[in-house]
């Protein structure tokens, strides 16, 4: 089989996706360096525990915002903040896997700008469910966000087996086998809440894309109006 001169071996990954990915790997990488040592200098070994307590999502301050009903700028910036934080290397690499591999495909189905709404909505709402049913301290980590855009991948399956006949009950088979391996590790080894914040993003994710994929919103009336 050959192929034209001029035809990529791989599917380029869309730009947006690739500057998202660039920007969580460079937080991730300053991080990394400065545990090592290999930036600056002494004063920066507590580099990401400085900056998770300055723009990660904080249930403790979430609480006091609701009980006083003030919501200061800086503090409602820790919505969108906290996806670029992550506790370790590791955290930051799997999380970056997910948004490359899931991103791709939503912004080919959808286009960049709903793949942006989806990744922040998801953060914001999988930090309000965070707040408002958990009480552990603090939400880091682009994982909300990547289950957004998985709930994004799902209802794109759904269409699509809906469209050949097939069981539609399959389009979750990932976000379960991801919530099952998360079980099982939670079991071994202890875990937080995190995981609400998780199900509240792949929720939004794939009700966001019922009305951002292409001709979503004429079809959501249609199937209101029961036609």
């Known amino acids: 089989m050959t192929h034209p001169h001029n035809e990529a071996p791989v599917n380029p990954l869309p730009p947006v996706v690739v500057a998202l990915f660039l920007v969580l790997l460079g937080v991730e990488a300053v991080f990394s360096l ?13 580099l990401r525990i400085d900056y998770i307590q300055r723009f990660g999502f904080s249930g403790q301050l979430f609480d006091w915002m609701l009980e006083n009903n003030t919501w200061p700028v800086e503090h409602l910036l820790r919505f969108f903040s906290y996806p670029f934080l992550h506790g370790s290397f590791y955290q930051a690499a799997f999380a970056m896997v997910f948004v490359l591999a899931m991103g791709k495909v939503v912004v080919e189905a959808m286009g960049a700008i709903p793949f942006v709404v989806i990744f922040f909505a998801s953060a914001a709402v999988g930090a309000v469910a965070f707040g408002l049913l958990s009480n552990s301290p603090w939400l880091i980590g682009a994982y909300p966000s990547a289950f957004g855009l998985i709930g994004g991948f799902s209802y794109l399956l759904w269409l699509r087996l809906g469209a050949v006949g097939a069981p539609q009950l399959r389009a979750f088979s990932l976000i379960g086998m991801l919530m099952g391996i998360q079980l099982v590790f939670g079991l071994l080894f202890g875990t937080d809440d995190s995981w609400i914040a998780e199900i509240a993003g792949f929720v939004t994710g794939f009700a966001l894309s019922m009305v951002l994929i292409p001709g979503g919103w004429a079809r959501l009336l249609a199937k209101l109006r029961g036609q």
């Open 34 to 46: 400065s545990e090592m040592g290999l930036v600056g200098g002494r004063d920066a070994v507590g």
